[in-house]
């Protein structure tokens, strides 16, 4: 009797490790399953995340555009809030993007972007039908928001002119953007026979 039961006992415990051994295995292979699944979508989520980030960029731009438009010809000033997750904003008047709001990022994208939102990318547009700037990105991403110069048949022009105030760079935050307008000028623009320059100070706090 108590062979018997030692024998239905270890017979039990032999289950029961089976058992143990079992489930161990079974949570190995989920783990290692989810893990590979996380390493793969990792990246994915990512990408998706850094896409969203590029179209809310894009349309901080707008507005940003909308805002220096209005401020030009009413003569007044206004502000825009610009939230940056990662990157640099800052306004460049001497490098290859003179005239320019520029934003740069090392962000990881589905695709690298090459593409032109406002305007024909050129420095020259028509006055009275064509945007006084175009937005172009491109890369993984350079966002450029640069102001030309539009002119009629009869040689009349007009352009924005970006100026740098005290802070105008920055990273990483939320900030505000003050489109101010300086002032009127009729400098020669080449070409032009009656010119109007606005002058924008721009200041990034």
Known sequence: M?????????????KGVSSLIGFLVLTAIAVS??????????????KAQNNDDVS????????????????????ARASVPFNIKKGRLFVDT????????VYVANLRLPQPYSRTLIGN????????????????????????LHYITLNDTSSNCYRISLRPGQ????GAGSHLVFVTWAS??????SGCIRNTTEI?????I
């Open 167 to 170: 802070q105008a760079a920055t």
């Open 200 to 204: 924008v100070d721009i200041n990034i």
């Open 121 to 144: 990318k050129s420095e020259f547009g028509r006055l009275g039908i064509d945007e006084p700037a175009y937005f172009t990105e491109m890369g993984a991403i350079e966002m450029t």
């Open 33 to 46: 399953i989810m893990a590979g699944v996380f390493l793969w979508a990792a990246p994915n989520i990512q």
């Open 2 to 14: 108590l062979f018997n039961y030692l024998i239905i006992s270890a017979g039990m415990q032999k």
């Open 184 to 189: 009127e000028s009729n400098d020669g623009i």
């Open 94 to 101: 001497n490098g290859t993007n003179n005239n320019s709001i």
């Open 56 to 75: 809310a960029m894009e349309n901080q731009f707008l507005q940003l555009h909308s805002a220096i438009k209005k401020s030009a010809s009413e003569q």
